[in-house]
């Protein structure tokens, strides 16, 4: 059973073209839901930490908003620098459960 | 601050063989946890450690272990190599109920 479901597996954009990825989770419990970053060979980075629906953080041209059943990751404008693959994580006051990720290309 | 350091980098070992890999977390997280990353399975959960015990464990088999030393750093062992162990494996630590930091991983290629 899937906990955490990201939409879509890939996408290509070109630079400047505004889009949206999604996680959709199945938790019975949501202590937060994560959003990282990941580049090729290396450790996701962290980017955001949403706890409660309703709730959005930003950060460049990235912005994060959570429902009851889902996450949004908003990309603005985005430029080639914002091709990586995007996580989306949820801890259910148990456990870490990560979604498959969400291969972003943007084309200059 | 430092962050999560893992070594080695990279690693080259021969079915059969063991390997154990290491991760110093942040200082004053005490809660490390061990992924294993390849492209077809994503990340998937092998154990997270919490002031020396073991918290969580995911499924996979008794070939893999962990461990966590009072100052925090953590050893991940895997016994009798398989090709499907070659991966690339995180380590990541927290503080309280925040989001994981990781490190750079330990790309290991099994022969």
């Known amino acids: 059973e899937d906990q955490v479901t990201q939409s879509p597996e890939a996408l290509r954009l070109q630079e400047g073209e505004s889009s949206s990825l999604n996680c959709s989770y199945t938790v019975s419990g949501l202590r937060g839901l994560f959003w990282y970053r990941q580049d090729p060979g290396k450790g996701p980075e962290f980017l955001f930490t949403?706890?409660?629906a309703g709730e959005e953080k930003e950060k460049e041209r990235l912005k994060a908003t959570l429902t009851k059943k889902e996450s949004f990751l908003h990309i603005t404008a985005p430029k080639p620098e914002d091709s990586a693959t995007y996580l989306c994580?949820?801890?259910?006051?148990?456990?870490?459960?990560f979604g498959s990720g969400t291969k972003l290309n943007v084309k200059p | 601050k430092a962050g999560v350091t893992q070594t080695p980098r990279y690693l080259i070992k021969t079915r059969g063989q063991q390997v154990t890999l290491s991760c110093s977390p942040i200082?004053?997280?005490?809660?490390v946890s061990w992924y294993q990353q390849t492209p077809g399975q994503g990340l998937q959960f092998l154990f997270e450690?919490?002031?020396?015990?073991?918290?969580n464990k995911g499924n996979f088999p008794g070939r893999f272990s962990g461990r966590q030393f009072s100052n925090s750093r953590s050893e991940m062992n895997v016994s009798t190599l398989e090709l499907g162990d070659s991966a690339l494996y995180l380590c990541?630590?927290?503080?309280?109920?925040?989001?994981?930091?990781f490190g750079s991983g330990t790309r290991l290629t099994v022969v």
């Open positions: 949403l706890y409660s």
């Open positions: 990541a630590s927290r503080v309280n109920d925040y989001g994981y930091t």
């Open positions: 450690y919490f002031s020396e015990t073991q918290r």
């Open positions: 200082s004053g997280h005490r809660s």
């Open positions: 994580a949820v801890d259910d006051f148990n456990k870490f459960y």
